[in-house]
């Protein structure tokens, strides 16, 4: 989580947020009078849970893509970071044969 919102300081807000939207609504649905103003809060509060969790996020790395550790940051930026050998198929190294 703390990787799509960026710090700790903002996945914990969210979370925080969340969670008292939701004790709102549950707390305003017990008095008949305040029933749909508990349930509208509630869909508010569903609809910013689905925002939080499906919105796009920039800093993720798309799937395959090498995500640099923090000793290699700055060898990766400059160009000169070793790549790893290939590894040969185990088709081609005379393994994994049908037979």
Known sequence: LIERFGSIGKTILSIWLVTLVFAVS????????????GY?????GLI????????????LPRTGEK????DE???IAA???PHPPAAP???????G???
């Open 97 to 99: 044969e049908i037979r």
């Open 48 to 59: 910013a849970l689905l925002f939080l969790r499906y919105r796009k996020s920039p800093s």
């Open 89 to 95: 198929s185990p088709r081609a190294a005379g393994r």
């Open 40 to 44: 509208g809060i509630g869909i508010v």
């Open 26 to 37: 549950a707390v305003l649905t017990v008095v008949d009078a305040l029933k749909p103003y």
């Open 79 to 81: 160009g000169t970071a």
């Open 67 to 70: 995500v640099p550790q923090a």
């Open 73 to 75: 940051g700055a060898s």
